[in-house]
């Protein structure tokens, strides 16, 4: 590891303890040329799951992505931000313990029309109509019709 004071390689760990997550290692070192202490943090290196979008084009996960279209989804609605975070770690956490390099979109979708259908009716119907790309007016009240014979 590389100082960086003085970019020297050579120094020793002083301390190591497990990162405030768990999912980490956090070493303190100290230089051996320039005396000075930093701290680095060791992570397991993790494949990031691909997903596989409706036309074929594959691109990582990305979380900030899902936390978008749920922030617009429920807008002034009342539904604690905790709430959304806890979801989209979740749904982060189970993508990667299928163990699948590549998840279908779809799969993504259903499971975040899933939740906000437990959430809030609202929310669900605004993210499916943008999810499902609602045409009109008529899938919209299809969609309503669905939901209300549940």
């Known amino acids: 590891m590389k100082c960086p004071y003085c970019g020297e390689i050579d120094n020793k760990v002083i301390d190591s303890r497990p990162g405030k997550d768990g999912d980490a290692i956090r070493r303190r070192r100290e230089c051996i040329v320039c ?70 979109s779809s799969i993504i979708g259903e499971k975040i029309m899933a939740k906000l259908h437990e959430i809030d009716d609202v929310a669900y119907v605004r993210f499916a109509s943008v999810y499902r790309e609602f045409k009109d007016v008529n899938d919209f009240v299809s969609e309503l019709k669905s939901l209300l014979s549940k």
């Open 35 to 104: 005396g000075r202490r930093f701290t680095t943090y060791e992570h397991i290196e993790e494949m990031p799951v691909m997903i596989i979008k409706k036309d074929g084009r594959r691109e990582v996960f990305n979380s900030e992505k899902v936390r978008s279209g749920l922030k617009r989804a429920c807008e002034k609605r009342n539904i604690s931000i905790n709430v959304l975070e806890q979801f989209i770690d979740d749904l982060e956490h189970d993508l990667k313990e299928t163990g699948e390099k590549e998840i279908p």
